[in-house]
Nanobody, 123 residues
Framework: QVQLVESGGGLVQAGGSLRLSCAASERTFRNNAMGWFRQAPGKEREFVAAISGGGSVYYTDSVKGRFTVSRDHAENTLYLQMNSLKPEDTAVYYC?????????????????WGQGTQVTVSS
């Protein structure tokens, strides 16, 4: 069974950094777009960042210049480097894998999901 397992979340002060990881098992997603989403309490899950099978990247406006998405094909792992964190970044962060090679940003276009990791940014 395909699994995506996130790690790296935690509590950090505003202005700090965290690096999230998402390890995939049972299959490789080398040719698939992968993405990060987040869900804050009382809000809908929203797109954060994505990377295509070829390495192109795309970010939601609120994280541009602060977050960096990357992937390591050898390790079959997706990363999200988060710098200059703000309290409004507080959420459960999910990684996901799509059937598409190209970047997609809609939740329903992703077929595999991790269980989520909590990120809390204190002011």
């Amino acid at each position: 069974q395909v699994q995506l397992v996130e790690s790296g979340g935690g509590l950090v002060q505003a202005g700090g950094s965290l690096r999230l990881s998402c390890a995939a098992s049972e299959r490789t997603f080398r040719n698939n777009a992968m993405g990060w989403f987040r869900q804050a309490p009382g809000k809908e899950r929203e797109f954060v960042a994505a990377i295509s099978g070829g390495g192109s990247v795309y970010y939601t406006d609120s994280v541009k210049g602060r977050f960096t998405v990357s992937r390591d094909h050898a390790e079959n792992t997706l990363y999200l480097q988060m710098n200059s964190l703000k309290p409004e970044d507080t959420a459960v962060y999910y990684c996901a894998a799509a059937a598409s090679y190209h970047i997609v940003t809609v939740i329903t276009q992703y077929d595999y999901w991790g269980q989520g990791t909590q990120v809390t940014v204190s002011s």
